[in-house]
């Protein structure tokens, strides 16, 4: 309560007492198995005593705030320490070259056609023998644009680059091979590619905006039902750490999420300079930036800050009336967050083959209507659960039959009867070893795991369904990593300082993070009553409870899972993309 609302110091507390034992713990209404009411004649007595605590200083709000904003400012000030150490490192070694060549000691890059991964007769990627020296100029048979055309164009269309017949003889022909290489993947033009990957940029900010407004105005309406009625039965928060700012109930709650927000932020400038980098250097037509490494593309990139920007919003709108109707919001941006991550993981060796972003988008938009669904008849409809363990498995098969064949199955009603002909023609008439054997392994686990998923949802019914879900994205998402990082050392690449302290950083801080996030402070699967005996004072600063270092940790953690995906195959900048194996 807060003292302006009371001008004359006094208010009323009135309490309510229940009909039956259920709101406390006890056995279920007598009403739902149609009984006589026996709990009216018992003749129980209750001793309540009511102590009256002021709140928290305003010191201490200050302080909570100042230490939240500088916890994660300091991520931004390490972020400039690295960022000068690599400029004074770059600069070092561009003067070392020109030294080099000025005394005759530079080292020449030699420059031989790529044969190893082209269709003969083909002059994909061969560099051209005379090319100055110095290594800067590149022929190549892709319609690179001159310097300073990396604009969009309106005009531009995929289907101007990409609707050659030998292009699309090509393509089949390619992605049939056992051992494919990068250059196999990324024969588009840049430009397009680039382009159809920035949609996914612009979607996401159109798709935060439609998504983040009605939740806001809800959650409002929330807060002002509590601060009217009184009723501290409608939102689930820890009431012995919940110190209110204005409106709001419990403002600790809602300042804990701003670490999402800055570090979102932050992500976005990173990526922002490493694309002014990779602009530069394709301005001064570099030939280490054309044809060597993983091809640079950004838009998923900006994609997964804003979505972990937008997580923290949404985080902070459940927060502002936490119960089972809301809980949807603070995982929907989680959802996009692992699938944009598996996306970006996939299109870091397969550039001309992801998923557009419409599709990808749509998919997201699928498995949230499925979370609302499930909100409304997860409880206790067992058609709900079969519908949906059916179409988990049989979006698992498809996907799969995908990633196998390198796009080469078109996904309709007929994938599963082609599917059905192929394993009936390899497996069963004749039994042969399968041609892409990695591949075939990371599926038949990743599917074994979906299919635990889809049994274990089917027999239990979990009464969290949007964390049931988020749990399916999650485990997807770690298995592919591990899968990745797995094969890139088998296949002899090595991982800089920088990823290595990233991942180690990651797994650390996410071990942390969720000691706290498994420690219970309330719970709206079960009664207010039964809620309220789960709270706990506060562990930080007299001001935050043990979620609140959840979401200091969580915005970490993600920051760091992000940098990972950013920085993994940094060693590959100076190797030929003929020579990248794709997995």
């Known amino acids: ?167 699309e003889s090509d393509k089949n022909v390619i992605r049939t091979k056992v051992f494919l290489y990068l250059s196999d993947l990324s024969r588009k033009d840049r430009r397009i590619v680039s382009k159809k990957y920035k949609i996914y940029f612009w979607n996401i900010i159109t798709i935060a905006v439609f998504y983040a407004l009605p939740v806001i105005q809800l959650v409002i309406t929330y807060q002002t039902v509590v601060n009217v009625t009184g009723n501290q039965d409608i939102c689930y928060y820890n009431f012995l750490c919940a110190h209110p700012l204005g409106v709001l109930s419990a403002f600790n709650n809602i300042l804990s999420n701003v670490g999402h927000m800055l570090l979102g932020f932050l992500f976005l400038l990173i990526v922002l300079r490493r694309n002014i980098l990779h602009r530069r250097a394709m301005e001064m037509k570099d030939v280490y930036t054309l044809d060597y490494g993983i091809p640079k593309h950004f838009g998923l990139f900006y994609a997964m800050g804003i979505a972990l920007m937008m997580e923290g919003v949404l985080s902070a709108c459940y927060h502002v009336c936490p119960n089972y109707s809301n809980f949807q919001f603070d995982t929907s941006f989680m959802y996009m967050i692992a699938g944009l991550c598996m996306l970006k993981l996939y299109q870091t060796r397969h550039p001309d083959i992801n998923a557009s972003a419409y599709s990808a988008y749509a998919s997201f938009a699928v498995v949230i209507c499925l979370a609302v669904l499930g909100v409304v008849f997860g409880k206790n409809d067992m058609w709900f659960w079969v519908i949906f363990s059916l179409i988990h498995v049989l979006a698992s098969l498809a996907l799969s039959t995908q990633i196998y064949y390198m796009g080469r199955f078109k996904i309709d009603l007929g994938i599963f009867r082609r599917a059905a002909m192929v394993l009936y023609t390899d497996c069963i008439q004749q039994c042969s070893r399968p041609m892409y054997m990695d591949r075939m392994v990371l599926l038949i686990v990743g599917n074994l795991v979906n299919w635990s998923f889809a049994i274990f949802g089917l027999v239990y019914r979990p009464r969290d369904f949007a964390s049931y879900i988020l749990g399916i994205f999650i485990c997807n998402l770690l298995l592919y990593l591990a899968f990745y990082i797995i094969m890139k050392l088998r296949s002899n690449e090595k991982l800089l300082p920088i990823p290595l302290f990233c991942i180690v950083a990651t797994a650390v801080v996410w071990a942390s993070a969720l000691y706290f996030f498994f420690q219970n402070l309330s719970s709206w699967e079960e009664t207010p009553a039964e809620s309220r005996e789960k709270n706990r004072p506060c562990i930080l600063l007299d001001f935050f409870d043990d979620h609140d270092v959840w979401h200091f940790l969580s915005a970490a953690a993600l920051f760091f899972s992000f940098l990972v995906l950013l920085t993994l195959d940094d060693d590959l900048d100076v190797v030929r993309r003929d020579k990248i194996p794709v997995f």
């Open 1 to 167: 309560m807060q003292r302006k609302d009371f001008p004359g110091e006094q208010f009323f507390v009135v309490f309510v007492i229940k009909p039956e034992d259920y709101a406390c713990g006890g056995s279920v209404p007598s009403s739902i198995h149609g009984n006589v009411n026996r709990t009216w004649n018992l003749q129980r007595t209750k001793n309540l005593q009511v102590t009256i605590v002021p709140s928290i200083k305003k010191s201490v709000y200050v302080q909570a705030m100042f230490f939240s904003f500088l916890s994660f400012l300091s991520f931004y000030l390490g972020s400039v320490i690295v960022a000068f150490v690599h400029y004074v490192r770059v600069r070092r070694k561009a003067s070392a070259g020109r030294l080099g060549a000025e005394d005759g000691s530079g080292i020449m890059t030699s420059s031989h056609p790529i044969t190893a991964s082209t269709p003969e007769g083909s002059s994909y990627g061969a560099i051209d023998e005379s090319s100055s020296s110095g290594g800067h100029q590149l022929s190549s048979p892709e319609r690179r644009p001159p310097a300073g055309s990396d604009t969009d164009s309106s005009v531009e269309e995929e289907s101007d680059f990409d609707t050659m017949p030998e292009i």
